[in-house]
Each structure stands twice: as C-alpha cells, then as structure tokens.
C-alpha cells in the first residue's frame, strides 16, 4: 500500500471527494488525502442546496478548505437562498500501511455560522490486490452525530464532553471551540468499488439527520443510505452523480491542479542555455595588458548585447579590472531567479578574459542593487557538469549585499536603459461572497504606461474603461439590514458605489522613488491615486539582509478617500494608518509575515499571513486580522481573513515568464482591519533575490 506521498499520478489512487469538497465518498468524509500540494475545485448542487469548494493540501497529511453554498433556507431576513460561507480542516493522522487503516481527525465549518458544523474520527482501508474497495467507518459529533446517536464516549474524561453548548457569535467568522467534539455522537461508514480505471461506484451510511433542510420540507432524510458514482475524464477533472436517502439527486464535478506538477515540465520550451566557455589551461598567468586596450568598454558591451540577446537580461553596469568582475543585470524574463543567475555566468564566462577569476552579479529591480552573488570562476568550470554541481555553486557562493564590497576599478560599461513603456489589453475585476449576488464580474480594456527618470524615480499610471458585467448589481454592505453596533467608518464596504459609478476611471497614477539608505536597507516614497480607493502618499523604510531570513520592515501612510466616480476628486475622510512588519521563511516551504499597526479605519491591531511557496513561483497562503474593532461592531464574519493565490503564468506556458496571477478570496469584505494597496512593496521585491529564495530554486541555475 503505497503513502500518500509516494502515490502515483494515476487515476485509481486520486482519493474521491465528496459533495463538500473534501476527501470522501458521497457526504461522509473518508481518512483518505489528496497528494502534497494539490488544489482541488468542487463543485456540487441537489435540492439540499449547492456548493463550491477550495481544498488545498497544506502538508502531506493536511488538507484545509474554504466552501461558498447556497442553500434553499428562509432565514430571519426572510431570503429563499441563503448564502453561507465555512472552512473545513482535515489532518491524516495515520497513514494507511501494510495492517493498520489510515486514521483521519476532522472539523468541517470550523469558522463559518455553524450551519454544517461538525466533527469527526474516521478510518478507511483498502482492500483486494489493486485496493478495488475501500471501507470507512467513522464516529462524529455535530452533524455528524445525529442518527441514532448515543451518548459521547469521550465523557469518560470529563463529563462536558456530554453536552455540545449552543452556538454562540451570530455574526459568524469565529471558531466556537467548545463545541468541538462535544455533545451526542454517531457512526457512519460506507464503501467504495472501484469498477474500472475510471468508475467508482459508492454506497455510504450517513449520520446526518439534515434536520434544518428537513424542517424547511427540502429532505425528509427518512433513509440513512446514499449511493453514488463518480467517473474520471481524466487524471484531473472528475464528476460525480449521487441520490441521497433515496429521493434527492445531485451531481458534483472536481478538478484538480497541482503546482508541484506543471501542464508542460518548467522552462522546457525556452532558449537552451549556452555552453559555459571553459579557459585554457596553462601554467603562466593569464595576460592582463586587455585592461588597457583602447575600446575595450565597447568590445564587452558588445560580447554581453550578443549574449543577452532573446534571453530576457539587460546589462545594466559592468565594472572589471583584470581579476574580477560586477556585474548589473534586468531580469525581465526567467521567473526562477537562480535560472537567471546561471545564465548570466555563462555569458560572463564567454564574454570576459581568461584573467578576470571572481564574478558578481547583481540583479537590479527599480533602479535598486539587491545582493551581490560572488562566485570563483574555477569553481563554474569544475561544477557544471557535477551531479550535485547547481547546489555546490551557490553553496561555494557567497551572498551579500550589494553595498558590502566596492565594485572593482577598471574598466566601466554603463548602459542606458529604455525609460518609456506603454501597454493596452483587456482586464477582469471580480467580486465575490456579495450578500445578493455571489459573483460580480466587470470585464474592460485598460491603459497602463509607466516612465523611468532614473536614479529610482518612477511615474506610472493605469486607466480603465469597463464594457460589459454585473457590477451596477452590486450593493452596499449592510444594505437593508440592521447596521452593526458602533460600526467603524466604511473604509471599503462602500466598495459598491465605486463599481457602480466608475465606468471609465483612473485606477492609480502615482510618482515614486525607491533608494539604497544603507546597507541591508531599502526605501520607497510613493504619492498620488496609490489606488482605487485611496490617494495620498505612503513610505516603507526595509531591513533585508542578503543571507537571511529574517526581514524587517515599516511603511506609513496618510491618504484621502477618493471620490467615487473614479476621477482626480477626493472626499473628506482621511486617515494615517501604517504597520511595522516582520517577515521570516521558516523553511523552504513556508513563508510567516506579521503586521501589527493602524488600519484605514483607524483600528489598531496586527494581521498574521502564513504562506506556502512552491519553487516554481507558485504560492497559496491565508491570513487573518485582528484589530480593536469587536467582532460585533465588524459584523458579519467576525474579522478579517482570507486565502491567497498567485500562480505564475510560465507555470502554463513552459516558457521562462515573470508576469503572475495574483487574488484574494475573502468570505466577506469589512471595515475592520482593512489595509491600503499600494503597488511596489519593497519585500516582495527584493525577496527573490537573497540566499533563501535562490537556494529554494538552485537546481535550475543549470536550466
């Protein structure tokens, strides 16, 4: 019996899901888990009312999900459909083996209002020479412990265990962990056939009464007993039809994307590297006169245009005498940093004298020096074709900051660079978890051009004009309901009369400056339209050492709300909001950022992001916030949280591209803890280019 971390891609071992999204067979969960790293999207829909989930494996044995449903309930604003929003947390206690089942502990609705809340303990276990049936039985609480339940086991240790108290935080969004495990418990189990290479075939025991679908006269759940099927399409897109107790049918569909798996193997299409140019060997040093050479800044300005040429890197600076070398270098192509580290030292191995033994490249992002990468060139010419050579080469490396070592003086190549860029193209705001409508999309054209004066000063604008959607749908926060008590100023919730009147509209116009205030240290000034929303100026002051992992950072802002039209107006609130930051890889997995400061209503409080960062650029992370605003006066949801994504187009394309995909899933957007977005952060900027980030990738420094 393989481990999930050994399964293969094949479709009889990708574990089922269930109509919640998560690993299980119909509407029970199973013990099974989905292979390290994958993102799943399901979705599902029956009388009982429709479903989509985010699942993500976290780790190996832990699977987390985020679900948005809609269910057929009146509630108490007298809605048909009620619009819910829940997390789910799944972990893989004990992986299944050659005698023992795999065991699996699990809260579904561990943050939402608790209308599917429950937890449970299950086992599942393969049986048959290929593992063609799987068996589950399982014991849960909640929901999960409402047919023929009995009195809970786990009130041997305390007797509070007996009793599950009532729901408590009617806005929603908090945990209520006294619930947990608590409270009357029940059994459910089932079985899974695996008919051919692609069907599977369910029948499954459920221990969910369905109580408040029933009493709205959705579901009679008179029989426990659920049957379904589920058939792949293919290693990735699976559906699935099911009829629960006998009278309600419903289909699901599920498709599963994993980052460590990309549609074409990484970078397989680019532009092979060119050969490193190994030296001749001889006993005599190498001669030294080419430093006086008449021309020769012009001679390897030319060898560098040549074989830069279609690579994605401009020389920016070179500076040589005749043992060693810096060089500066734009990096507007490969997404994998250390990539294009090593395409940079073969050219300088081409390009320069046999004399010149040290290399530094320094990468240069907004006119700004990151670390300096030092590297012996005998060292290149021994490791290139090394087993282990593209982790010795940065491990043989030294990394610092640009600022630590004066540049050689010698011979001077300075390159100027193209200050003018310009582009126009479609665009797709959308906007989900509205109260009244779930989607929101506006699609458009948009203007964006941005122009360098140099010495790190940059002028950059973008212009949209939306054409078609939904967004004139969109309505206020709070919109015909009771306002929360005390509430904070509506900092975003009147998000909607900005979608509403903004058809064509400046989307951001600022001036900035970024600089080099000392070693280890960064700087931005950003002022203007810094947003949508917001204009005004904002400052980051950034500790980030080349070699660590550890960055420190501050940023404080004082904007105007903008008027709602979308033009140069401004309203009358303003607010001074800033954050000191701290941000540490805890390992070449995960990724720990700390905010703690002043939010655009003027609360005060912190924010923690936890995210996991996939060598090929890929990340996926969460966050939540914590501020003085009370979690009544937020309102619905508690306080603010949220997933992340950012997927990197070159993941797609298998072309070497830095452009990616980045957006925020929020169950529902408030006041409370609400930050400025402002483009040109210093650490995410900087980031790719220290020890930590290039070792994370280094075994494309050969590619």
């Known amino acids: 019996m393989p ?360 990468f240069v992002v907004n006119d700004l020096d990151t670390s300096r990468v030092r590297i012996s060139r005998r060292d290149l010419e021994l490791l290139e074709f090394d087993p282990g050579g593209a982790e010795l080469a940065l491990a043989v490396a030294e990394i610092e900051d640009a600022r630590t070592t004066a540049d050689p003086q010698g011979i001077e190549v300075r390159i100027p660079q193209s200050r003018y860029s310009w582009g126009i193209g479609p665009y797709v705001d959308a906007s989900f978890f509205d109260p009244d409508n779930p989607i929101l999309v506006d699609i458009g054209v948009e203007f964006s051009g941005e122009y360098r004066f140099g010495n790190g000063l940059v002028a950059s604008g973008t212009l949209r004009g939306s054409v078609i959607g939904n967004f004139e749908d969109s309505q206020i926060v709070n919109a015909g309901r009771p306002p929360p008590p005390n509430p904070p100023p509506p900092v975003r919730t009147e998000a909607a009369l900005y979608r509403q009147q903004g058809h064509l509209y400046i989307q951001d116009l600022t001036l900035a400056h970024y600089a080099r205030p000392g070693e280890n240290l960064y700087s931005r000034v950003t002022v203007g339209y810094l947003e949508r929303m917001y204009a005004g100026v904002s400052a980051e002051l950034l500790w980030q050492p080349a070699d660590s992992r550890l960055g420190l950072g501050m940023e404080v802002n004082h904007v105007w709300q903008r008027d709602y039209d979308g033009g140069f107006g401004l309203r009358d609130y303003q607010v001074t909001s800033g954050h000191v930051s701290a941000y540490y890889r805890l390992n070449d997995d995960f990724d720990l950022q700390v905010d703690a400061g002043r939010y655009l209503a003027g609360d005060w409080g912190s924010t923690i992001t936890l995210e996991r960062t996939f060598d090929n650029g890929w990340r996926v992370g969460a966050f939540a916030t914590f501020t003085d605003v009370s979690f009544a006066s937020f309102g619905e949801g508690s306080f603010d949280k949220g997933i992340t994504i950012d997927i990197p187009l070159a993941w797609f394309l298998g072309t070497s591209n830095r452009n990616t995909q980045s957006g925020t899933i929020r169950p529902v957007l408030r006041d409370g803890g609400a930050r400025l977005n402002v483009d040109g952060r210093l650490h995410e900027m900087v980031i790719d280019y220290t020890r930590p980030a290039l070792e994370e990738s280094e075994a494309m420094i050969w590619r």
């Open 3 to 362: 481990t999930h971390a050994e399964q293969p891609r094949s479709l009889s071992v990708r574990p089922t899901l269930n109509s919640f999204g998560m690993p299980g067979l119909i509407d029970m969960p199973t013990a099974n888990s989905n292979p390290d790293g994958e993102l799943t999207f399901t979705g599902s829909y029956s009388n009982v009312g429709g479903r989509g989930t985010l699942a993500f494996q976290v780790l190996p044995d832990v699977t987390a999900s985020f679900r948005y449903s809609g269910i057929d309930l009146t509630n108490s604003l007298g809605r048909d459909l009620v619009f819910d929003r829940s997390f789910d947390l799944h972990w893989q206690v004990v992986d299944e083996g050659a005698w023992l089942p795999a065991l699996a502990v699990g809260i579904r609705d561990i943050g939402g209002t608790g209308i599917y809340g429950g937890e449970y303990i299950v086992a599942t276990r393969h049986l048959g020479e290929q593992d063609q049936v799987a068996v589950t039985v399982g014991m849960g609480w909640g929901r999960f412990g409402g047919r023929n339940s009995f009195t809970n086991p786990l009130g041997v240790f305390d007797d509070r265990f007996e009793t599950r108290p009532a729901r408590t935080g009617g806005n929603g969004g908090t945990l209520n962990a006294d619930q947990y495990f608590r409270g009357d418990a029940a059994l459910f189990g089932g079985i899974e056939w695996q008919a051919t290479d692609r069907l599977r075939v369910q029948l499954e025991y459920s221990s969910d009464l369905y109580t408040a679908e029933a009493a709205d006269g959705l579901f009679s759940a008179d029989s426990p007993f659920n049957i379904g099927a589920t058939y792949a399409f293919s290693d990735t897109l699976t559906g699935s039809a099911y009829v629960l107790g006998g009278e309600v049918f419903g289909i699901s569909l599920a498709y599963a994307i994993n980052p460590n798996r990309p549609f074409i193997p990484a970078s397989a299409l680019d532009a092979p590297p060119r050969p490193l140019a190994v030296r001749p060997l001889q006993n005599a040093p190498y001669d030294t006169g080419w430093v006086n050479q008449p021309g020769g800044a012009q001679v390897l300005s030319d060898n560098f245009d040549q074989l830069f040429e279609d690579q994605g890197l401009h020389l920016v600076a070179l500076d040589v005498d005749a043992h060693r070398a810096t060089i500066r270098v734009r990096n507007t192509q490969f997404n994998h940093e250390s990539q294009a580290l090593g395409r940079v030292l073969r050219a300088m191995s081409a390009a320069l004298p046999p004399s010149v033994e040290t290399f530094e490249v320094i």
